[in-house]
T-cell receptor, first 115, second 109 residues
Framework: DVKVTQSSRYLVKRTGEKVFLECVQD?????MFWYRQDPGLGLRLIYF???????EKGDIPEGYSVSREKKERFSLILESASTNQTSMYLC??????????????FGPGTRLTVL | RKEVEQDPGPFNVPEGATVAFNCTYS??????FFWYRQDCRKEPKLLMS???SGNEDGRFTAQLNRASQYISLLIRDSKLSDSATYLC??????????FGAGTRLFVKA
């Protein structure tokens, strides 16, 4: 089974703090993704990576950055957390980017609250 | 207009009922489609993939209508355990998958 793990299930931070969310997958997948999920808005793509050290902006990259130094690990960084970044953050991975059969597998999510 | 739209529900159905959800997509170049199930405060899990006209897996059937740009999910003989949010997703190609906001289903005894 594909396993995607995230470093924290729940996180509470203060406005202005730098926040690191870590994601690790154990299936040697090429592609990794970071989404945020908010009620009524669904999942929105923040950033994705299709190879080590490669990254691409998604639909809502503002206020976020990412790092992928190793194939299995993809980190999301909130440079200066703000209250509007309170959300559920979901990491996903997939094996065959670009193919129509490419399927994403999700981690358990990190519920981040910024006070 | 959202790229992938779903009726948020909730759909309240009795056990044993048949329920259907529709999902519309705006990009006619979309090539592959997915239904995910998401339990409360859990991650989405893939339920079905649809690449051509449809797919069936036990009590679940997904249909794709390219002319009208929608996909549907039919659940037969609903179980209490089917209560969840069902997310529809579409991919045009490349790496990006667009998700709908989800349809909430409650199955009651």
């Amino acid at each position: 089974d594909v396993k995607v793990t995230q470093s924290s299930r729940y996180l509470v931070k203060r406005t202005g703090e730098k926040v690191f969310l870590e994601c690790v997958q154990d299936m040697d997948h090429e592609n990794m993704f970071w989404y945020r999920q908010d009620p009524g808005l669904g999942l929105r793509l923040i950033y994705f990576s299709y190879d080590v050290k490669m990254k691409e902006k998604g639909d809502i990259p503002e206020g976020y950055s990412v790092s992928r130094e190793k194939k299995e690990r993809f980190s999301l960084i909130l440079e200066s957390a703000s209250t509007n970044q309170t959300s559920m953050y979901l990491c996903a991975s997939s094996s065959v980017g670009g193919a129509i059969t490419d399927t994403q597998y999700f981690g358990p999510g990190t519920r981040l609250t910024v006070l | 207009r959202k790229e992938v739209e779903q009726d948020p529900g909730p759909f309240n159905v009795p056990e044993g009922a048949t329920v259907a959800f529709n999902c519309t997509y705006s990009n006619s170049a979309s090539q592959s489609f997915f239904w995910y199930r998401q339990d409360c405060r859990k991650e989405p899990k893939l339920l079905m993939s649809v690449y051509s006209s449809g797919n069936e897996d036990g009590r679940f059937t997904a249909q794709l209508n390219r002319a009208s740009q929608y996909i549907s999910l039919l659940i037969r003989d609903s179980k209490l355990s089917d209560s969840a949010t069902y997310l529809c997703a579409a991919r045009t190609g490349g790496f990006k998958t667009i998700f709908g906001a989800g349809t909430r289903l409650f199955v009651k005894a």
